[in-house]
């Protein structure tokens, strides 16, 4: 099988991680071509990586034939229209959350690519290939906490840049949950309602952080996310789970423990997500890029969560923000799926 040969567009933080990931970790695929919206930063990359270019325009590069498949790491408000043309060009890709800004042009894109016919585009909710995530998984599937009922999670960032607001803290941080509560359960989030305590003293002023999200599953069960992006601490994720016949619970940092001065004792914290989710971007990437080499074989050239899956969780992210400004419960209606994907 010849290497597989990537766009990534997008380079800012995590475009960069993937240009690096991809460039020394993953089989079977390479680097062809970088573009960024700062040209100077894309052309820097390229120079330090054998048999890439930087393109200027996001929508050449997934035109570009000598570009197989494509990354998305853009600013969410340009993925409709890259995707749209990823689906017009055929081209496999893997897009960062959010699938796109609004409720309206997500499920436009799911309908599209269903009229295709073809599996074209993953979405990157990447906790889904954490070992943790897929031992609880596991665990829940092989019915070992008999029914699950209740979700808990705390969702903590050190810190976040200046510019992060309150509804970023929905669409930004809580939208892995939603994934995580979707992907755990198996079932669509019915409703949402936002609660705001009282701000963290050391929050940039007008932010509300944390948040309390309270979602509804199709099947009644309970999720609650403490969110809190401004905790001066560390990267925490825990997600417990209880059930029927028990409780399990993950993202716990129990790694070395040791007694490092008299009287106290303890480990490393989780500094950020590329820490705590590292490993798990590796095997989503090189789980999609096997899957992109076989696509033609299936018609799917996905290996994860699905365009679906990014409406799905746009759409439980836009009724959190209404619920953020009212304060109250809010429905999500989803449209139908079998409907659109003819299954
Ligand atoms: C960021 O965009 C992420 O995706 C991180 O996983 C999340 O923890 C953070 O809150 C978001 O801003």
């Given at each position: 099988?010849t290497?597989?040969?990537?766009a990534v567009?997008?380079?800012?933080?995590?475009g960069?991680?993937?240009?690096?990931?991809?460039?020394?970790?993953i089989?079977?695929?390479?680097v062809?071509?970088v573009?960024d919206?700062?040209a100077e930063?894309?052309?820097?990359l390229?120079?330090?990586?054998d048999?890439?270019?930087?393109?200027?325009d996001p929508l050449?590069a997934?035109?570009?034939?000598?570009?197989?498949?494509v990354?998305?790491?853009?600013?969410?408000?340009?993925?409709e229209?890259?995707?749209l043309t990823?689906?017009?060009h055929?081209k496999?890709?893997l897009?960062e959350k959010p699938?796109?800004?609004?409720?309206e042009?997500?499920?436009?894109?799911?309908?599209?690519?269903?009229e295709?016919g073809?599996r074209?585009?993953?979405?990157?909710?990447m906790?889904?290939f954490?070992?943790e995530?897929a031992a609880?998984?596991?665990?829940?599937?092989?019915g070992?906490?008999?029914?699950?009922?209740?979700?808990h999670?705390?969702?903590?960032?050190?810190?976040v840049?200046?510019s992060f607001?309150?509804?970023m803290?929905?669409?930004d941080?809580?939208v892995?949950e939603i994934d995580?509560?979707?992907f755990l359960?198996?079932?669509e989030?019915?409703?949402?309602?936002?609660v705001?305590?009282?701000?963290n003293?050391?929050?940039?002023?007008?932010l509300?952080?944390?948040?309390i999200?309270?979602?509804?599953?199709a099947?009644?069960k309970?999720?609650?996310?403490?969110l809190f992006v401004t905790?001066?601490?560390?990267y925490?994720?825990?997600?417990e789970?209880?059930?029927e016949?028990?409780?399990?619970m993950?993202?716990l940092?129990?790694n070395?423990?040791?007694?490092?001065a008299?009287?106290?004792?303890?480990?490393a914290?989780?500094?950020?997500f590329k820490e705590?989710?590292g490993?798990?971007f590796?095997?989503e990437i090189?789980?999609?890029?096997?899957a992109?080499?076989?696509?033609?074989?299936?018609g799917?050239?996905?290996?994860g969560?699905?365009a679906?899956?990014?409406?799905?969780?746009?759409?439980?992210c836009?009724?959190?923000?209404?619920?953020l400004?009212?304060?109250l419960?809010?429905?999500?209606a989803?449209a139908d799926?079998?409907?659109i994907?003819?299954?």
């Amino acid at each position: 099988m010849t290497e597989l040969r990537v766009a990534v567009l997008g380079v800012g933080l995590i475009g960069a991680q993937h240009v690096d990931r991809i460039h020394r970790r993953i089989k079977g695929a390479r680097v062809a071509v970088v573009n960024d919206y700062v040209a100077e930063k894309a052309e820097q990359l390229a120079a330090g990586i054998d048999g890439c270019r930087a393109v200027s325009d996001p929508l050449d590069a997934i035109a570009d034939p000598e570009v197989d498949a494509v990354v998305l790491a853009t600013p969410g408000p340009t993925h409709e229209k890259q995707l749209l043309t990823c689906l017009e060009h055929g081209k496999p890709v893997l897009c960062e959350k959010p699938l796109t800004t609004d409720v309206e042009t997500s499920l436009e894109v799911v309908k599209r690519e269903a009229e295709l016919g073809r599996r074209l585009i993953q979405v990157g909710f990447m906790r889904r290939f954490d070992d943790e995530y897929a031992a609880l998984r596991a665990m829940i599937e092989a019915g070992e906490l008999g029914e699950p009922l209740v979700m808990h999670c705390a969702h903590r960032n050190p810190a976040v840049p200046q510019s992060f607001t309150s509804e970023m803290v929905v669409r930004d941080s809580l939208v892995h949950e939603i994934d995580v509560a979707r992907f755990l359960f198996g079932e669509e989030v019915t409703s949402i309602q936002m609660v705001k305590p009282a701000a963290n003293p050391s929050a940039p002023d007008g932010l509300a952080d944390p948040q309390i999200a309270i979602l509804r599953t199709a099947g009644g069960k309970h999720v609650d996310v403490e969110l809190f992006v401004t905790t001066g601490i560390a990267y925490e994720v825990r997600t417990e789970v209880v059930g029927e016949k028990g409780s399990a619970m993950i993202g716990l940092d129990v790694n070395l423990i040791r007694k490092s001065a008299p009287g106290s004792w303890g480990g490393a914290v989780t500094p950020s997500f590329k820490e705590r989710f590292g490993r798990a971007f590796d095997t989503e990437i090189q789980r999609w890029v096997d899957a992109v080499q076989q696509g033609s074989a299936t018609g799917n050239y996905t290996d994860g969560p699905g365009a679906w899956d990014g409406y799905a969780a746009t759409a439980v992210c836009e009724a959190g923000v209404e619920s953020l400004h009212s304060g109250l419960p809010v429905q999500v209606a989803l449209a139908d799926r079998t409907t659109i994907e003819g299954a």
